[in-house]
């Protein structure tokens, strides 16, 4: 029997109830999935970055064992590309260029992994096999694969017809302003960083089934996602057809993090397969075509410059950033660098900024959202150019920060990119932090550092980040004859635990068990309305619509009980799934109620909370790390994350995201790159080349909160699930770098900080 309301309603560390099924083995995962008479896909993927190219005889792959279909770019030429999601104009007005990703390439291939045929079989080793039949001749071009050269003269295009590599370029700020506070300035201080490309590697790869019914003529998809409906609307668009044509279902999901909210082109095929050979059609990932083909993320090289006066007041900031959206523009992908650059003063009181984005086109897998999506790479560059004015200022990093927070009193603060700030209390999260990670007793603990021969070092970044975007999910509640309550919402929870979260709102309202709520989510024809998981949004858009609806149905249920108990709505009380009057010691069950109702209106519920502007998370984190001289290695010796998410939903939960979202984020500061050599080529794909966190590679995280509500969300909750990427990140490479300065005089440190590059950079500072 699952536990019982106020012990784990809201607020308190309920444990997950999803994770039975799990432990059991009995999770069910698209590649699980096998309809009765289903073939399997493959893509036939270009082995070069940069060519034209003409597909000759296919007859070979079409008349070998088991094939049904090949595709080719002509067959497929009726599809619309991927629908492309437009931000920010540009500064005449213009929106930039949109380059959709094509379902099959025409004439021109333009990453390794671009998609060049599409092969159906009864085994996917037999369309393997076929697609090694098919004759494609590749004139290779040359490629442009250096995002910092990619506005160059002589840098090859991506797109001839547009000529030029640019994608868009946004500003934002005021430049005549800047330019002023950098006249009158004391000293200005800059740096250049290069935010690493990543991969996300969730556990499962994609995964996709289609079907097509043709007595309805409708299509049916089946995916791992983090959202229904958005699939549903890009496809109706790939297809030009209604979106209700299309049923999308999302059973369980290993993990998104980003990349499983697009839409990608094998979805589209998978459909187009089975709409002509009447069977269901499978294509599953490889992880290799993982590294190639889901979007990356990061991928930015920025030049960031502050204006000071010499009391470490902050006058001006100055940045230019290139942002290297790949081949194409992905779905999410010029959205990415808007909201980014959005946050750019983060929790800072900065008179002045100018701030450039320059997004280009390269021949590399396309870029899109990752963990943060923006935040994080907004994050790191403002947070290591604080610690290094700190340095050239001769003023301690916690110092430098009090002196230019927010102050409180000046909230509701609007920023110079005209976002509203509701609350904050920076200072404050920034003392506690400092506390519990013993900041002041730092030196007794580098004299002993010193003593081993080792470096030690320990930095911080205090970031905000936006959020859990204006507007609602709406969240539609259920009493079920057998007592029980289903909700269905149209989020997606990829690991985040939302059955157990959705739950709590709910038992809250209804005291009743957890383990007797039942949460559907996944489907775009039983579930009404969906807006997806992502920005961190799920909780607090669709946890105050599941609480709203929970409250309604209990209303509902009380009236209900009280016609059967013939008494006063006021003398009923909802507890343990029954419905009592205590005065005349009557009860009755859930059930009861559930089946006694002659309207099934009197057992539905809607809850839709509409929200008018972003939540904004904001903290400080702490590292503290050692450096071995002799082989670059770096431990972290201690990590503590204090964070504001305005209210704690679920103490267990918070924490499993805040762990994520911090060994993320130190595993790009330390351990994961992608990298592509001068021809294109994907050096780092597979799990041989590109490096990934271990449990030796990663600390304990110590996790406190230290929470203002939101007055933007009707509970107060502010979104947590991207906190750690965006936090983590600045303060492992400030403390490096802290070591680093310290021990050998070195004052920059580009990520990855591999054990190679450490030792490099001090062997350098050691001879010079």
Same mark, same amino acid.
């Given at each position: 029997?699952?536990?019982?309301?106020?012990?784990?309603?809201?607020?308190?560390?309920?444990?997950?109830?999803?994770?039975?099924?799990?432990?059991?083995?009995?999770?069910?995962?698209?590649?699980?999935?096998?309809?009765?008479?289903?073939?399997?896909?493959?893509?036939?993927?270009?082995?070069?970055?940069?060519?034209?190219?003409?597909?000759?005889?296919?007859?070979?792959?079409?008349?070998?064992?088991?094939?049904?279909?090949?595709?080719?770019?002509?067959?497929?030429?009726?599809?619309?590309?991927?629908?492309?999601?437009?931000?920010?104009?540009?500064?005449?007005?213009?929106?930039?260029?949109?380059?959709?990703?094509?379902?099959?390439?025409?004439?021109?291939?333009?990453?390794?992994?671009?998609?060049?045929?599409?092969?159906?079989?009864?085994?996917?080793?037999?369309?393997?096999?076929?697609?090694?039949?098919?004759?494609?001749?590749?004139?290779?071009?040359?490629?442009?694969?250096?995002?910092?050269?990619?506005?160059?003269?002589?840098?090859?295009?991506?797109?001839?017809?547009?000529?030029?590599?640019?994608?868009?370029?946004?500003?934002?700020?005021?430049?005549?302003?800047?330019?002023?506070?950098?006249?009158?300035?004391?000293k200005t201080v800059g740096i250049t960083f290069v935010?690493?490309?990543?991969?996300?590697?969730?556990?499962?790869?994609?995964?996709?089934?289609?079907?097509?019914?043709?007595?309805?003529?409708?299509?049916?998809?089946?995916?791992?996602?983090?959202?229904?409906?958005?699939?549903?609307?890009?496809?109706?668009?790939?297809?030009?057809?209604?979106?209700?044509?299309?049923?999308?279902?999302?059973?369980?999901?290993?993990?998104?993090?980003?990349?499983?909210?697009?839409?990608?082109?094998?979805?589209?095929?998978?459909?187009?397969?089975?709409?002509?050979?009447?069977?269901?059609?499978?294509?599953?990932?490889?992880?290799?075509?993982?590294?190639?083909?889901?979007?990356?993320?990061?991928?930015?090289?920025?030049?960031?410059?502050?204006?000071?006066?010499?009391?470490?007041?902050?006058?001006?900031?100055?940045?230019?950033?290139?942002?290297?959206?790949?081949?194409?523009?992905?779905?999410?992908?010029?959205?990415?660098?808007?909201?980014?650059?959005?946050?750019?003063?983060?929790?800072?009181?900065?008179?002045?900024?100018?701030?450039?984005?320059?997004?280009?086109?390269?021949?590399?897998?396309?870029?899109?959202?990752?963990?943060?999506?923006?935040?994080?790479?907004?994050?790191?560059?403002?947070?290591?150019?604080?610690?290094?004015?700190?340095?050239?200022?001769?003023?301690?990093?916690?110092?430098?920060?009090?002196?230019?927070?927010?102050?409180?009193?000046?909230?509701?603060?609007?920023?110079?990119?005209?976002?509203?700030?509701?609350?904050?209390?920076?200072?404050?999260?920034?003392?506690?932090?400092?506390?519990?990670?013993?900041?002041?007793?730092?030196?007794?603990?580098?004299?002993?550092?010193?003593?081993? +021969?080792?470096?030690?070092?320990?930095?911080?970044?205090?970031?905000?980040?936006?959020? !859990?975007? *204006? $507007? #609602? &999910?709406? @969240?539609?509640?259920?009493?079920?004859?057998?007592?029980?309550?289903?909700?269905?919402?149209?989020?997606?929870?990829?690991?985040?635990?939302?059955?157990?979260?959705?739950?709590?709102?709910?038992?809250?309202?209804?005291?009743?068990?957890?383990?007797?709520?039942?949460?559907?989510q996944g489907d775009s024809d039983a579930i009404p309305?969906?807006? +997806?998981?992502?920005?961190?949004?799920?909780?607090?858009?669709?946890?105050?619509?599941? !609480?709203? *609806? $929970? #409250? &309604?149905? @209990?209303?509902?249920?009380?009236?209900?009980?009280?016609?059967?108990?013939?008494?006063?709505?006021?003398?009923?009380?909802?507890?343990?799934?029954?419905?009592?009057?205590?005065?005349?010691?009557?009860?009755?069950?859930?059930?009861?109620?559930?089946?006694?109702?002659?309207?099934?209106?009197?057992?539905?519920?809607?809850?839709?909370?509409?929200?008018?502007?972003?939540?904004?998370?904001?903290?400080?984190?702490?590292?503290?790390?050692?450096?071995?001289?002799?082989?670059?290695?770096?431990?972290?010796?201690?990590?503590?994350?204090?964070?504001?998410?305005?209210?704690?939903?679920?103490?267990?939960?918070?924490?499993?995201?805040?762990?994520?979202?911090?060994?993320?984020g130190v595993s790009q500061a330390l351990l994961e790159?992608?990298?592509?050599?001068?021809?294109?080529?994907?050096?780092?794909?597979?799990?041989?080349?590109?490096?990934?966190?271990?449990?030796?590679?990663?600390?304990?995280?110590?996790?406190?909160?230290?929470?203002?509500?939101?007055?933007?969300?009707?509970?107060?909750?502010?979104?947590?699930?991207?906190?750690?990427?965006?936090?983590?990140?600045?303060?492992?490479?400030?403390?490096?770098?802290?070591?680093?300065?310290?021990?050998?005089?070195?004052?920059?440190?580009?990520?990855?900080?591999?054990?190679?590059?450490?030792?490099?950079?001090?062997?350098?500072?050691?001879?010079?």
């Amino acid at each position: 029997m699952a536990e019982f309301p106020p012990r784990f309603g809201v607020g308190n560390p309920a444990r997950r109830i999803e994770d039975g099924s799990y432990l059991r083995g009995q999770g069910c995962y698209t590649d699980d999935i096998v309809p009765e008479g289903m073939l399997f896909g493959y893509v036939l993927r270009s082995p070069v970055a940069h060519a034209e190219f003409e597909i000759g005889d296919i007859d070979q792959a079409r008349n070998a064992s088991g094939v049904h279909l090949v595709l080719t770019g002509q067959d497929v030429a009726h599809l619309n590309g991927l629908k492309v999601r437009l931000a920010g104009t540009q500064p005449d007005g213009s929106s930039g260029v949109i380059r959709e990703i094509e379902v099959l390439c025409q004439d021109r291939v333009r990453y390794v992994g671009d998609a060049v045929a599409f092969i159906v079989a009864d085994s996917r080793e037999q369309a393997w096999d076929a697609a090694e039949l098919i004759e494609t001749e590749y004139r290779e071009l040359p490629p442009n694969v250096d995002p910092a050269k990619a506005l160059d003269d002589d840098t090859p295009l991506v797109w001839p017809e547009n000529g030029s590599n640019r994608c868009f370029l946004y500003q934002r700020g005021n430049e005549e302003a800047c330019n002023e506070a950098f006249k009158v300035a004391d000293k200005t201080v800059g740096i250049t960083f290069v935010n690493n490309r990543l991969v996300s590697n969730y556990m499962e790869p994609r995964s996709a089934i289609g079907e097509y019914r043709p007595d309805t003529m409708r299509y049916a998809l089946t995916v791992g996602s983090q959202g229904v409906f958005s699939l549903r609307d890009v496809l109706s668009y790939v297809f030009d057809t209604d979106p209700h044509r299309f049923h999308i279902r999302t059973p369980d999901v290993g993990g998104g993090f980003g990349p499983k909210l697009l839409t990608y082109r094998e979805y589209a095929l998978v459909l187009e397969a089975a709409q002509r050979l009447g069977k269901p059609v499978k294509w599953t990932s490889e992880r290799t075509e993982h590294f190639l083909t889901d979007t990356h993320g990061r991928d930015h090289v920025s030049v960031a410059e502050m204006a000071l006066r010499e009391d470490g007041r902050f006058l001006g900031l100055r940045i230019q950033t290139t942002a290297n959206l790949g081949a194409y523009t992905s779905q999410n992908g010029p959205f990415i660098p808007y909201i980014g650059s959005a946050m750019s003063t983060g929790v800072y009181d900065i008179p002045a900024l100018d701030v450039r984005v320059d997004g280009i086109f390269t021949n590399t897998n396309p870029v899109d959202a990752f963990r943060g999506a923006g935040r994080p790479e907004a994050a790191f560059l403002l947070e290591t150019l604080v610690d290094r004015c700190a340095i050239e200022l001769d003023m301690a990093p916690d110092e430098i920060r009090r002196r230019n927070f927010i102050p409180s009193d000046k909230f509701p603060y609007t920023t110079l990119t005209d976002l509203t700030y509701d609350v904050g209390e920076f200072e404050a999260h920034m003392n506690q932090a400092l506390e519990r990670a013993d900041w002041h007793g730092f030196q007794a603990r580098l004299e002993d550092s010193k003593s081993r +021969g080792m470096l030690r070092g320990i930095g911080m970044s205090t970031y905000i980040e936006a959020c !859990a975007f *204006a $507007g #609602s &999910e709406a @969240a539609y509640v259920t009493l079920n004859s057998d007592g029980s309550v289903t909700c269905k919402i149209g989020t997606q929870s990829n690991g985040q635990g939302h059955e157990t979260v959705y739950a709590q709102f709910i038992a809250e309202k209804l005291n009743m068990a957890l383990g007797d709520i039942y949460v559907q989510q996944g489907d775009s024809d039983a579930i009404p309305s969906g807006g +997806g998981t992502s920005g961190s949004r799920s909780v607090p858009l669709g946890g105050a619509s599941a !609480a709203r *609806a $929970g #409250s &309604e149905l @209990a209303t509902k249920i009380t009236r209900l009980a009280a016609d059967l108990m013939d008494c006063d709505v006021a003398d009923v009380s909802l507890e343990n799934g029954t419905a009592s009057n205590r005065r005349a010691n009557r009860f009755v069950s859930f059930a009861e109620i559930a089946q006694s109702a002659e309207d099934p209106e009197d057992l539905t519920a809607t809850g839709r909370f509409v929200q008018q502007e972003a939540t904004y998370p904001n903290g400080t984190h702490v590292c503290e790390v050692e450096i071995d001289p002799e082989t670059g290695t770096t431990t972290i010796l201690r990590f503590v994350a204090v964070d504001d998410f305005g209210v704690t939903v679920n103490p267990l939960l918070l924490a499993g995201q805040i762990h994520g979202g911090v060994i993320q984020g130190v595993s790009q500061a330390l351990l994961e790159n992608t990298v592509y050599d001068a021809d294109g080529q994907l050096l780092t794909a597979t799990f041989m080349d590109y490096a990934m966190p271990r449990a030796d590679n990663m600390p304990t995280v110590e996790c406190e909160t230290r929470n203002v509500p939101s007055t933007t969300n009707e509970l107060g909750i502010k979104g947590a699930g991207e906190a750690g990427t965006i936090g983590a990140t600045p303060a492992v490479i400030n403390a490096l770098r802290d070591a680093l300065h310290r021990g050998c005089g070195i004052d920059h440190i580009d990520m990855p900080a591999t054990p190679n590059r450490i030792w490099r950079a001090i062997h350098k500072a050691v001879q010079q």
